[in-house]
């Protein structure tokens, strides 16, 4: 994150490099959904397809996902919330329905969890996302014109370029390329290094968003603000359920780390552009939140030193 935030101030501040600037933005843009289908598919690699099955703690965490949810529409609907405070609540609510990350079962399988069982629910919030966006968008802006329909099976074709294509790769490959699986699954933490790479790419990409935004500086702190404690919220909420089923990494990472370049994506085609900056900032948070995870992790596990973290 730090040398994705150093090597855009880098970039953007110094004169000489604006030209290799605008010569490395068309194809960093194109490398993020590339690396998100390689870490899929490698996470993928190594599924048991045969768990891929609904359990307890999924629904509890989209009962809960969908209580927010109704919170804030309900909060915009009955005080009629118009102005600053819609991007404000906008900013949030797109936090809160988007889908649980890609990137989720990277960290989640880090973390010692369930690898299956969080995938099963990011391809669940995925759909539960396709029908809500419709649903909830129209209501909180009247100038949002969509067709139900329409915005579904848009979503739902993101959907399917992001998760059933690295799905059915890895299956194939898995079930009838024997060797080639071999060689992707003893790459010791592949996916997770390509994870970290996006992360280095995104963050860049965010910061310049956040640099560009056109508003105040107070009113980006206070975007920021609402993101972070709504990032604590939703881990704390997760871990919370995860405890009850003795999920809370996987119900934790569930709840918390969010599909955020899909909602700067919904931001931006469907509500007010400056509420993008929400999900934008989220993305900083929920990952600081995940490399603390990490980091713990590594220092509970019995094969660190004791002089500390390798």
């Not at 953007?12 to 390689?38: G, H, K, N, Y």
């Not at 949030?92 to 629910?121: H, M």
């Not at 809500?132 to 979503?155: E, G, N, R, T």
């Not at 609402?226 to 997760?238: P, S, T």
Request: hydrophobic fraction near 55%; include cysteine.
């Amino acid at each position: 994150m730090a040398t994705g935030t150093f090597a855009y101030l880098l970039f953007a501040f110094v004169p000489q490099l604006e030209s290799a600037a605008e010569f490395f933005l068309p194809i960093f843009s194109t490398i993020f959904p590339l690396l998100m289908f390689f870490i899929l598919f490698v996470t993928f690699c190594k599924v048991d397809f045969r768990k891929l099955i609904p359990v307890r703690w999924i629904w509890w965490v989209c009962l809960f996902q969908l209580l927010f949810i109704a919170v804030i529409v309900g909060a915009i609907l009955v005080f009629h919330v118009k102005g600053r405070d819609l991007i404000l609540l906008e900013a949030v609510l797109t936090c809160i329905i988007s889908p649980g990350a890609a990137a989720a079962a990277v960290v989640t399988q880090k973390l010692g969890g369930s690898l299956e069982e969080l995938t099963t629910y990011t391809f669940i919030s995925n759909f539960m996302c396709a029908t809500l966006v419709p649903v909830c968008f129209p209501l909180i802006d009247p100038s949002v014109h969509m067709s139900f329909l329409h915005a579904f099976f848009l979503i739902l074709y993101k959907v399917c370029l992001i998760l059933l294509v690295p799905m059915v790769l890895a299956y194939i490959v898995k079930h009838h390329m024997h060797r080639f699986h071999q060689l992707v699954v003893s790459i010791k933490d592949l996916s997770y290094y390509l994870w970290a790479v996006s992360l280095a790419i995104v963050t860049g990409m965010t910061v310049m968003n956040i640099c560009h935004a056109d508003t105040s500086a107070g009113f980006l702190f206070l975007i920021a603000l609402l993101g972070l404690l709504l990032c604590i919220v939703q881990f704390a909420v997760g871990r919370y359920v995860g405890h009850f089923f003795n999920r809370t990494v996987e119900a934790g990472q569930a709840l918390g780390q969010k599909n955020t370049a899909f909602a700067i994506w919904i931001a931006y085609t469907y509500l007010n552009p400056l509420s993008s900056v929400g999900p934008g900032c989220y993305i900083l948070w929920q990952n600081i939140v995940n490399s603390i995870e990490i980091w713990q992790k590594r220092r509970e596990s019995p094969s660190a030193p004791k002089g500390g973290v390798r």
